[in-house]
Structure formats: structure tokens, C-alpha cells
């Protein structure tokens, strides 16, 4: 087992050295120059020529790219992230700020999600071709095609309508007053959830419907094993695989896919963050996020490996 | 659940006589987009008490769905039992609940299914699965399930029970799978069990050794067997009694020793004699069922077999009921009569000695030289150190079981794969070093024809664009105008109609598209086809007739064939001369007669005696000696001989040294300790 | 179960000839609920194509008179903050939404299939390059992708269109399709035909072209439905976002955003109605697509 996550591990770390140099090279490439930006912003046009070299020495851009990148990585190894160009405080702080209140949305979406998927999936499945089936078929189809600032507006609008109530503003820690919480941020959590669960339910859909087909189902049978046996033991056991696999890859693009949501819902998140950054072309906190949510799904996804090794024992794990 | 299973309230008068299991009038349909299937219409049959039974047919004849339907196990979506009886122990099977039926599945009927690699669950170990029905219909505890499940396993021949109770099926061999699979039918000691096809997926010599268990297990325990199968030769080693199923219905039925020394049904005349057989000198060419089997969401009216029936008459247009036949069962034929006082089809006619089968054929010319050719696919050795020659205009048959590398070989040849180590000289150019330029003139020369007709030719393009692309693409046929005469000479050439030129490979029956792909091998003008399980795939009634083809235009057109097949009957039909592979390696090469009337090695003396052929009175006297243990890991081949672990001769040398692979006969090539080079045999 | 199969040959995934009449008869019989997302499709695709005739305002005129305005039989859509006629808006946002999204998901699948498909046929080295590339931007959420594209590439119109958002929204199809398409060509590959194209010594390209690529048309096709919606909703949400689609041009996202977001607990209309465009039309694609994939796909034939 030991061997498998160390092997797996090591595997990761070109994927994290390319996303890396990726992001790099992407935002140095960037047309607008925060320099400029800013200090146009802040004085006007009048800003002169040495001003901005100057400032331009300060931040290290005006040394070729490789030594900047070098400068970067090295930060990066000491898990240094750099000053945000904008307000010059340290990356790392500025994201952990905000993701805090990223991460709990993304769970409670994740719970969500699960919850109403592995039940509806599972009902579409054996009803195949039948009303429950197309029935379920348009709630998830439904959940796939709804924008989430959409949904996210739309439940705004019916709490609006039927409680003239509109969820808090202000972000409360959950150990601090877990009501206030959750309050706010189950909303946010609810409209990703449902596109979630629309995902994983055709996912599952899917795959039981395979596995239904499967002989070892048709000996269960042959062996007289109670029919709901025969789904829950040998059938659901084996269609919830790639299920996980989907969890997965989903949850680990959630935090840093939070983007569109959390500005409906005015949440004060890691995707807010992001389109600051780049409206500002705050390039070194552009760089952060990125490279932090790039991590965050590379290391969510060696725990669902993990996770699936764990659960199939088909998986070899030396 | 207050019900008790029957056969404990049952008087044993009525034990002796009645039968255990009686099918009456069964009608089976299914619901497909082509329309109604009518799958199984108006079969009646009776097992009784330790009876085997077989059920024969080709694809499509009812057989399995019969079996589904005593389980009642079809899918409930698309298909329905119509009209008919199944009486288990005195009761209609059809008139149980759902929930009383269930109870009755695994404890007093048990199915075993044709492939052992997808019919156990991969998420659950070997232990949960046995443990499962004697838990439901036992009620043991878990610690008394264990102790059955672990007897069981021991009882079909799985090592160190104890053990394996904790593996999954993926650690399994894909005969220790159907062990496993025999020791779940056995476990709540059922008084039937049904086999769809249990060893069908299994190679000749783990075949034999799950047989002899069956058998050996239903006569000890006294269970009926029901085996559904299409190979005779099974059913002569193992059936008491014998139903032949045609087109959803029986052709005929009875003892299995009538069955095949006095058919009665122009079917079963013709199954018998189309399939080539290891206890008799092969023919010049096989009789064929010409023809293909009727689509039942049409069937003709009449006799459904007249359409292909040597003997037809008028009277075929009106359906034949079955008639009783002596000494024993019935048969559904028109010409019954005439069949059993031998006015018509009495034998097959004497078979002719091979055209131009000199006592010697004489050495003809090498074509295709494989030196000492290696293929390593990471750590696995697939092939290893293989040598051989096939002559100009020979067909030279290469056998072996699954693993031996026998596709790999075929794979290197056609330089599909390069290998590891060695040399391959087709017609004297080295392939494994030729420029692709200089290959594009190898391939012109050197073909290929696949096993699975329904995935080697490709779904969208039209048969004719199939046959015809080579000619295009090598300029061998002029215009357009040229190349369509061309393809339609090349569908002739293998028996289809021009027409068909137009039709999808989907429209196309499995033997239509096999005969496809010999007409886009044959376009090129090849000298030599590597024949890749050519026929495995087909029906008996329809191998016969591509094999007879083949045979033909090798004679037209003097080309030379690798034979890559594990159908050993076939091979010996077909081959000049005969290759055996075991784990990569070459262990005997030489003349068919040779190798078939005195094998030296003792894998191929093991692998000849697996095989059961068709006929009731030889098998029955016959006691094959069986190889014992599985196939070792490739990943991990034996030190010195690989055959050692499992040859009864192996002695320490073989263990050790591996042996040379020399001429012991003249053209007769052994590889092993204990075959001398002149002129005796085994030593030991 | 063989003996299930019926006499004439007949299973197997093969459907030649894409656009014949039989062909969509058969799908219309088997799938109703694909016939109605092809017909909102259509319906779509043609009121967009025909805005200036079909819309009763100009989807740009600005009128402080009606500001805000309730559906009403002048406006069945009401009007936004401008005054602007939201129900001319959505059938011009219509083309906008037609023509960005059928453009990026035909661009983005037609290179992430090509990727795929050399990945899974070459193999070896070739294939771990790809795959090592595809690993790493399936690492970065889509809309993150979008937006670094979307900031590194500045604006570019080409005939009123945004080329760079394109590029933004078809960028991060690639990988997604590229793994797809990569696992269905690894299944034709291997297929005894393609040994026997290679058996007979047809170059790569040919193998490829005449070969591999017409057995991938159905993954490609429910690949090429499903993000087009996908498209959909990603201009969307830029445009939403200020990112995208800018004024004046009218785009469902963009009606959604700024000063209707501001405005929409007064005028629900103002979102209601383009956030219902966004979703029939997305539910419409998938729609299609499932029952194409349900129609395609053999394991789910009788």
C-alpha cells in the first residue's frame, strides 16, 4: 500500500512541475502590465518612465523570464508564493483568507451532490425506459444545463419570494456560530450541488445499467440471492466505482471553480479572488491561485486513486 | 417460508419413475427491433434423477435460452415464456412466485455459465461468493459456511482452500474459475444442474479436467446435469440421452449412442459428418450443411431445416411433427421412415484420400523461414526462441493452447509486431529489417485472415469498398471499371454473389463476412495467408464450409497458409504438417500423420488424448490421461524445460537444461530430454 | 447468451451512412425525447439566423421611457435598464450563443479528437507526451483556463465576434476530448480490421483517415452535442463575469450581469427570461445528445 501511494506520489510531481511552468509562461504573456496598471490608476497619466522601472526593479520584472521563473520556483520550494503586485501582501495569505470559506462550499456541494445522486441514479437505473427513469432523466439533464449564477439567482429570488429573506452577507467561521454558517453558505453549496448530483447521477445511471448486464450479476441470480441483495452487494458495489472517480476529479475542480458562484452570491472566496486578480492583472496572485488550485486537484486526486485502489481489489498495489 | 423442498416430502415410489425435471411444450419469445424472436417454440423434455443430459445446437437454436427459461432467468424486459409447463419435482416452475422461484434457484436448481472470467464478482472474494447461497438457503452461520465453503473448494480441486477463500477471481486461473463456479452450483447439494457451454471458454486440456469433475461429481451425488454445448464430441464422452435443436425447435432426441451411430434427422446426419474428427482419416473434403440457418423473426413455414436439406420433398413445406424412431426417441422429419430403412442417407460417402496425398509428399521449398524469433512485452515472454519453416503451397497447422504464443507468431510475421530477438525470411527478403518501401512489396505477398469475422472488416465501408481498397491502393487493377470487375471475380472466387458488393459488413451473416475477408486477402495474389483462428468463431455447420473453401483456392492457387487454430480435429483436416506450442516455445513439428499417430512430446501426447470425439462407444472406453495443475505465469516461464512442471517424465535434467529443439525423425523436430534422436520414442 | 441474437446479422455498433432516411426514422421512433431537442435546436438556430425579421424591436435601441418595464404585449419579455426590448435581445443572443458555441466546440473537439486519436494510434512516446500535456491542463477548472486566456489574449474581433473568447472557450475542451476520444480510439486500435489495414501496408494516414476515424464518428458526435452545451454555458458565465461577450452586442450572459444583477430582486424579468434561454437551450443540446448516445451506444440494444 506504502509502495502504491509512493509511486503514484512521485508520478505527480512532473504533472505539478509542468502545471507550474504552464502557468508561468501563460501569464507572462500577459498584454497588460500591472505596473503600469496601477500606478497609471493610482496618479494618471503622469506617471513617469523612471517611476515605473523602478517599480518594475522592485517586483524582480526586469530580470529575463528564466530568472524570474527561478526566483518563483524557488519561493514555490519554501512555499513562498510571492507579494500580490496589487496590495503587496504575500499570496499565501491573501489565498488563505478566503479559502476557508472555498473549501466548506465545495464539501457541503460534494455532500449534497452524493446524497440526492446515489438514490436517483440508482432509481433511473432499474426503472430504465420507464417514467421515473425520463423523469429523472429531465431533473439531471435539468441540473447539466443550468448556468450556477442561474440557479444561484433563481434561489435567491424564491427565498425572496417565499421567506422575503435573503441569506447573510458576511462570512462567519463555522466553529464561531456554525447557524450564521451555514445559513449562508448552504445556498451557494445547494446550487453547485445540483449540478453535481446531476452528473453523478447519470454517471451512475450509467455504469449500473452496465453492470446490470454483467454475468456475475445473472449468477447472483442463479445463486436464488434476494433481489435488493443482488442490487446493493453485487450490483451498486461495482457501478459506484467510477462514481468515485467522478466525486473526485469534480470536488478537486470545485475550489478554484467556485468563480461564477461565488460572485452571485457575493462570497468573499478563492474564485472572487481570481477574477480581482485579473481584472487587475495582479499577475503574482493570478499565479498563486492557479498554481494553488491546480495542487489542490492534483492532491485530490492521488486520494481518490488511493481511495479506488482500496476498493478494487483488481487494482495491483505493489 | 414454511415450504419444505420437495424432495423431502416426496415418496420414493414415485422418485423411480417420475421424471426430476419436465419441460411440456415450451414457447419462448422475445421482443427485438427486428420484431417478434420466436426463440424456443414447443420444446418438451425429461430429465430424470442423475441423468446428463445434453442439449446440442448452433447459435440461435434455443439451446441457451432454454436453459434460462427452467431458471427462469430471461430478461424480463424484452422476452416472455408463451405457452408451455416446466414441472420441477411435480411442480410448474411457471406458476411460482417470484420469491419461491428465488428460493428454489441455487439450492435445488444450479446454473453454471459459460464464461468463467466475467461470471464471478471482481469486488468479492471467492469465500464471500460460495458462502453466499448456503447462507441464504441453508441458514448456516458464518463459521459453518466457511467450513462448507472451504470442503466444497476442496471437493472441485482447488489447493489450499483455506487459503483462497480469501482471494478474488481476478488471482484465478480461468479454470480455477469455473472450479469455483462448480463448487457454487454444488453448495446447497442440488438435485439439478444446468451448464450453458462450461468449458467453451476454456482451453482442450482444462476442458477434459472440468468434464471428468462434473461427471465424476453428478454420478457420486447422484445430480442431474443438463450440459447445453455445441461440441459432440462432449456430448459423446459425457450425455446419457442427447436433444438436437434446430431453429428454435427439436430436430430430434434420444440415447446418445443412437444418436450418433443411426441419426435420423437430416440435421443431425449433417452435424455429424461436417465436423472434422480426430478418430478418422480426414476426408479430401468435408461435407458441408450448405447454406445458412433460418432468421427467426421470419422463419420459413414448413420444415425449418428444408431449405438446406439434401432429402427435401414436397412434403417439407408442411411442418414435420416428432415421430418416434427406433430403437429409441424421436426425430422431426417427414422422411423419418425411409431414413431407418436406409432408402436414403445411409452414410456418408466413403472418404476419398486427399488429392494428391502421395504416401510422401515431397519437400517442397521454404517460403517463409521464423529463426530463433523472441518477443519479449515487457517482462513477459510471449514467444521464445521459436524456429520453424512453411513450405511453398503447404498449409502448416500451428496449435496450442492460450498463452502458447501462437498469435504473437502469426503477429511477427505479419510484422503487426517486431520482436525481441531473431530473424523472420519471407521469400528471401529479412522482414524484421526491410524498409518500409521494400515491405510494401512483402505485404503484396503475404495476407492475412482473422478470427472474429464481426471486428475485421471495418463497419463503414461497403464490401465492396473492403475487397476492392487494396486494388486501389496498390494500382492493381486499372480504372475503376477494371477494379469493380476485379472485386466481383474475387466474391465469386469465395462464394458470394456480386450484389453484395453494395451490402455493410453488419448485414452480413458471420460466415458471409469470413468468406469477405478471404476475398480482400485473396486480392492482393497473396503466396501465403496467415490464417489467425480462422474458423473458431463460426458455427460447425459453417466452419465446413470455409474450410473447404480455403482448401479450394489453395488448390487453384497454390498458396501457403499458417494454420493458427486450437481446434486440433481442424488443424489435422487442413495441415500438411502440424506445429505444438507450449509457453512460447516450439516443442514438436512435423508431418500431420506423424504427429497425430505418434506424438512424441509428451505435451502433445497429452494434448491429443484431451480431445473427446464423436462417438459414444470409443469415448466410453477410452480413459484419457489428463494433464494435471494450470499453465505457469509467462511473467515467471519454468527454469530448464517449460513443460517440466506439469510432464509426468520430468526428471532432473529437464528441470535444469532446456532442451535442444532438433530433427529426431526425418522432418519430424522434438523438443525434449527424453525423446531420443533415432529411432525410439519416450525413454522413460 | 448467444443464442438471443437473432438470425440476420445484426448487432454490433455499426450504423453506415449517417443521413439517410431510414437512419432518422429509426431515431425518431426509438428516441422522442432526442426529436424534441433536435426540434428546440432547430427552432433555436433558425430564430438566430433569421433575428432581424423575427425580433419586433431592435435588440439595441435604447428607450428611458420604458426602463425596467413588466412583460407586457409591447415587451413580452419586459425591458431592461435601458429600456431595451429583452425579448429582441434573447433572439439576437440566440445568434451569438449559436455561433460562438458551435464554433468553439467544433474547433476544440475536432483537435482534441485528432489528439486523441494519434495518442491511442501511435502510442509509446508519442502517446505519454500527450497525455503528460493532457494531465496538465485537466488540472486547472475550466472557467479558471477560460479566464487566463481570456486576460492573456485580450479581445480580437473578427466579423463582431470576440476570436479570443472562442479560443477561450475551446482551449479547455481539448484535453477533456482528447482523453475521451484517446480511450474510444484505444478500443479501435486494436480491432482486427485495423491490423488487416496495416497487414495489407496502408500508410498511417490512410489507416487513420479511412480506418479509425469514421469507427470514432460516434463518440465524436455525443462528445461534439455535449460541448456545444457546454460552450453555452461557458460563454455564459464570462460574459456574466464581464469577461466575455461586451455591449452592445446582446448575449444571454451578459444580460444577466452588471446592472440586472443589480436590479433583479425588483425586475425578476430581467434574468428570468435570458437565464431560461441559457438553460433550454443547453437542456436542448443535452437532450440530443443523450438520446444520441442511447441510440449509438450497442450495450443498450435489445
Not at chain 2, 428 to 433: P, V
Request: charged share 20%; glycine share 8%.
Amino acid at each position: 500500500m506504502l509502495s502504491y501511494i509512493r509511486k503514484r506520489l512521485l508520478m505527480t510531481i512532473p504533472t505539478f512541475f509542468g502545471v507550474a511552468l504552464l502557468t508561468f509562461l501563460m501569464l507572462r504573456v500577459m498584454p497588460g502590465d500591472v505596473v503600469e496598471y496601477k500606478l497609471r490608476a493610482d496618479g494618471g497619466a503622469l506617471v513617469s518612465e523612471e517611476t515605473i522601472q523602478a517599480e518594475k526593479r522592485r517586483l524582480g520584472l526586469d530580470k529575463p523570464l528564466w530568472a524570474q521563473f527561478g526566483d518563483w520556483a524557488i519561493g514555490l520550494a519554501t512555499l513562498d508564493l510571492g507579494k500580490s503586485m496589487w496590495t503587496d501582501r504575500p499570496v499565501v495569505e491573501e489565498i488563505g483568507a478566503r479559502i476557508q470559506l472555498s473549501l466548506q462550499v465545495a464539501v457541503m456541494a460534494v455532500v449534497f451532490g452524493v446524497a440526492i445522486a446515489v438514490p436517483l441514479g440508482t432509481l433511473s437505473a432499474l426503472h430504465r425506459g420507464t417514467f421515473i427513469d425520463q423523469f429523472i432523466r429531465v431533473i439531471t439533464i435539468t441540473g447539466i444545463a443550468m448556468p450556477p449564477f442561474w440557479t444561484g439567482m433563481l434561489l435567491l429570488l424564491s427565498l425572496l419570494a417565499v421567506f422575503q429573506w435573503l441569506p447573510p452577507l458576511s462570512f462567519t467561521p463555522i466553529y464561531k456560530d456554525p447557524v450564521a454558517n451555514i445559513s449562508q453558505l448552504m445556498w451557494p453549496a445547494m446550487a453547485i450541488g445540483y449540478r453535481l448530483a446531476a452528473l453523478v447521477t447519470r454517471v451512475i445511471r450509467s455504469s449500473l445499467l452496465e453492470v446490470l448486464n454483467e454475468d456475475y450479476i445473472r449468477t447472483a441470480r442463479a445463486k436464488g440471492v434476494y433481489e435488493r441483495v443482488v442490487i446493493r452487494r453485487h450490483a451498486l458495489r461495482n457501478a459506484l466505482l467510477p462514481a468515485v472517480t467522478v466525486v473526485g476529479v469534480e470536488f478537486g475542480l470545485l475550489v478554484g471553480g467556485l468563480v461564477v458562484t461565488e460572485q452571485v452570491f457575493n462570497l468573499n472566496g478563492i474564485g472572487r479572488l481570481f477574477v480581482e486578480a485579473v481584472a487587475r492583472s495582479d499577475f503574482m496572485l493570478i499565479q498563486g491561485l492557479v498554481l494553488t488550485t491546480a495542487a489542490f486537484f492534483i492532491v485530490v486526486n492521488l486520494v481518490v486513486d488511493v481511495l479506488y485502489a482500496l476498493l478494487d481489489p483488481r487494482i495491483q498495489l505493489h | 417460508m414454511t415450504y419444505l423442498a420437495p424432495h423431502h416430502r416426496h415418496g420414493r415410489v414415485d422418485e423411480a419413475t417420475a421424471p426430476l425435471l419436465r419441460v411440456e411444450n415450451l414457447h419462448v419469445e422475445f421482443q427485438t427491433s427486428h420484431g417478434t424472436v420466436r426463440a424456443v417454440e414447443g420444446l418438451s423434455l425429461d430429465v430424470r434423477r442423475g441423468e446428463i443430459m445434453a442439449v446440442v445446437g448452433e447459435s440461435g437454436s434455443g439451446k441457451s435460452v432454454t436453459a434460462l427459461s427452467i431458471m427462469r432467468l430471461l430478461p424480463s424486459r424484452n422476452a416472455r415464456i408463451t405457452k408451455g409447463r416446466i414441472l420441477f419435482q411435480g411442480r410448474d416452475l411457471l406458476d411460482l412466485g417470484d420469491e419461491q422461484m428465488r428460493d428454489l434457484r441455487g439450492r435445488d436448481i444450479s446454473m453454471i455459465f459459460q464464461e468463467p472470467m466475467t461470471s464471478l464478482n471482481p469486488v468479492l472474494s471467492i469465500g464471500e461468493q460460495i458462502m453466499e447461497p448456503i447462507r441464504i438457503h441453508l441458514g448456516y452461520d458464518a463459521q459453518r459456511a466457511r467450513a462448507r465453503a472451504v470442503e466444497l473448494l476442496g471437493m472441485v480441486g482447488i489447493p489450499a482452500p483455506e487459503e483462497r477463500l480469501h482471494r478474488y477471481p481476478h488471482e484465478f486461473s480461468g479454470g480455477m474459475r469455473q472450479r469455483v463456479m462448480i463448487a457454487i452450483g454444488l453448495a446447497c447439494n442440488p438435485s439439478l444442474i444446468i451448464a450453458d457451454e462450461p468449458t467453451t471458454a476454456l482451453d482442450v486440456t482444462i476442458q477434459a479436467q472440468i468434464l471428468e469433475l462434473m461427471k465424476d461429481l453428478s454420478r457420486r451425488l447422484n445430480i442431474a446435469l443438463i450440459v447445453i454445448t455445441h461440441n459432440l464430441g462432449i456430448v459423446a464422452r459425457y450425455a446419457d440421452n442427447v436433444v438436437v435443436m434446430y431453429a428454435a425447435k427439436i430436430a430430434e432426441r434420444g440415447a446418445a449412442e443412437r444418436i450418433f451411430h443411426q441419426p435420423r434427422h437430416p440435421y443431425t446426419m449433417g452435424l455429424l459428418r461436417s465436423v472434422p474428427r480426430l478418430d478418422m482419416a480426414p476426408g479430401a473434403r468435408l461435407e458441408t450443411i450448405d447454406g445458412l440457418p433460418p432468421n427467426l423473426a421470419a422463419p420459413p413455414a414448413g420444415c425449418r431445416f428444408a431449405p438446406r436439406c439434401g432429402y427435401r420433398i414436397d412434403a417439407c413445406a408442411a411442418a414435420p411433427a416428432l415421430v418416434p424412431v427406433a430403437p429409441d426417441g424421436e426425430a422431426a422429419c417427414h422422411r423419418v421412415a425411409e431414413i431407418e430403412n436406409g432408402t436414403i442417407g445411409r452414410a456418408a460417402p466413403p472418404a476419398q484420400p486427399a488429392a494428391g496425398s502421395a504416401a510422401v509428399p515431397e519437400r517442397r521449398a521454404d517460403l517463409l523461414e521464423v529463426r530463433q524469433v523472441t518477443k519479449y512485452f515487457q517482462a513477459t515472454r510471449a514467444v521464445h526462441n521459436v524456429s520453424f519453416t512453411v513450405r511453398a503451397g503447404e498449409t502448416l497447422g500451428l496449435v496450442g493452447e492460450s498463452g502458447s504464443g501462437k498469435t504473437t507468431i502469426g503477429r511477427l510475421i505479419l510484422r503487426l509486431l517486431q520482436p525481441s530477438y531473431g530473424s523472420i525470411v519471407f521469400d528471401g527478403t529479412d522482414i524484421t529489417a526491410a524498409s518500409d518501401y521494400r515491405m510494401r512489396s512483402v505485404r503484396q505477398k503475404m495476407q492475412v485472415i482473422f478470427q472474429d469475422p464481426f471486428s475485421s472488416l471495418n463497419p463503414r465501408m461497403t464490401i465492396g469498398d473492403i475487397v476492392g481498397e487494396p486494388l486501389g491502393y496498390y494500382g492493381l487493377a486499372g480504372n475503376r471499371a477494371a477494379r469493380r470487375e476485379r472485386v466481383t471475380s474475387l466474391l465469386e472466387n469465395v462464394g458470394l454473389r456480386p450484389e453484395m458488393a453494395q451490402r455493410y459488413p453488419h448485414q452480413l451473416s458471420g460466415g458471409q463476412r469470413q468468406r469477405v475477408g478471404i476475398a480482400r486477402a485473396l486480392a492482393m495474389e497473396p503466396r501465403f495467408i496467415v490464417c489467425d483462428e480462422a474458423v473458431s468463431a463460426l458455427d460447425v455447420s459453417i466452419q465446413g464450409q470455409i474450410i473447404n473453401l480455403l482448401e479450394d483456392l489453395q488448390n487453384q492457387h497454390g498458396i501457403a497458409y499458417l494454420f493458427i487454430a486450437h481446434d486440433l480435429a481442424v488443424v489435422r483436416h487442413i495441415s500438411d504438417r502440424v506445429a505444438v506450442m507450449y509457453l512460447g516455445e516450439m516443442v514438436e513439428v512435423a508431418g500431420k500423420e506423424a504427429i497425430y499417430s505418434d506424438p512424441l512430446h509428451p505435451y502433445t501426447q497429452f494434448l491429443l488424448e484431451a480431445v473427446p470425439v464423436p462417438d459414444p462407444v470409443r469415448e466410453r472406453a477410452r480413459q484419457p490421461r489428463l494433464l494435471t495443475g494450470d499453465l505457469p505465469s509467462p511473467l515467471n516461464p519454468p527454469a530448464g524445460c517449460v513443460f517440466h512442471p506439469r510432464c509426468p517424465h520430468a526428471a532432473e535434467e529437464c528441470r535444469r537444461t532446456v532442451p535442444r529443439f532438433q530433427e529426431v525423425r526425418p522432418d519430424h523436430f522434438v523438443a525434449c530430454h527424453k525423446v531420443a534422436p533415432y529411432p525410439d520414442a519416450v525413454r522413460a | 447468451m448467444s443464442s438471443v441474437t437473432t438470425g440476420s446479422a445484426s448487432a454490433g455498433s455499426s450504423r453506415p451512412g449517417w443521413f439517410n432516411g431510414a437512419v432518422v426514422y429509426d431515431f425518431c421512433r426509438q428516441q422522442p425525447m432526442g426529436v424534441l431537442g433536435a426540434l428546440i435546436i432547430a427552432t433555436m438556430i433558425l430564430a438566430g439566423l433569421l433575428a432581424e425579421w423575427v425580433a419586433p424591436h431592435d435588440p439595441v435601441a435604447v428607450d428611458f421611457a420604458a426602463v425596467l418595464a413588466p412583460p407586457s404585449l409591447e415587451h413580452p419579455a419586459g425591458t431592461d435598464s435601458f429600456g431595451r426590448d429583452i425579448f429582441s435581445r434573447l433572439i439576437f443572443g440566440a445568434r451569438t450563443a449559436m455561433i460562438i458555441s458551435l464554433i468553439a466546440a467544433l474547433a476544440g473537439c475536432t483537435a482534441g479528437a485528432f489528439l486523441g486519436a494519434a495518442s491511442a494510434y501511435f502510442g509509446g512516446r508519442v502517446d505519454a507526451v500527450i497525455q503528460r500535456g493532457v494531465d496538465i491542463f485537466l488540472s486547472f477548472p475550466i472557467i479558471v483556463l477560460a479566464l487566463i486566456v481570456v486576460s492573456v489574449l485580450g479581445r480580437q474581433p473578427v466579423l463582431g465576434f470576440d476570436l479570443n473568447l472562442i479560443v477561450a472557450i475551446a482551449l479547455p475542451m481539448i484535453p477533456k476530448v482528447a482523453r475521451v476520444l484517446r480511450a474510444a480510439a484505444l478500443t479501435v486500435v486494436v480491432m482486427p480490421y485495423v491490423d488487416a489495414a496495416r497487414a495489407l501496408g496502408y500508410s498511417h494516414r490512410r489507416i487513420l483517415v479511412r480506418h479509425i476515424a469514421p469507427n470514432l464518428m460516434a463518440p465524436y458526435l455525443i462528445m461534439l452535442t455535449s460541448y456545444i452545451a457546454q460552450a453555452i454555458l461557458l460563454e455564459a458565465s464570462l460574459s456574466y463575469l464581464g469577461l466575455g461577450v461586451t455591449e452592445p452586442t446582446p448575449a444571454w450572459g451578459l444580460m444577466m450581469s452588471g446592472s440586472a444583477a443589480d436590479s433583479f430582486k425588483e425586475a425578476p424579468w430581467v434574468v428570468v427570461f435570458p437565464g431560461l434561454a441559457i438553460s433550454l437551450a443547453v437542456f436542448a443540446f443535452n437532450l440530443y445528445g443523450d438520446a444520441l448516445r442511447d441510440w449509438l451506444d450497442p450495450r443498450f440494444k435489445v
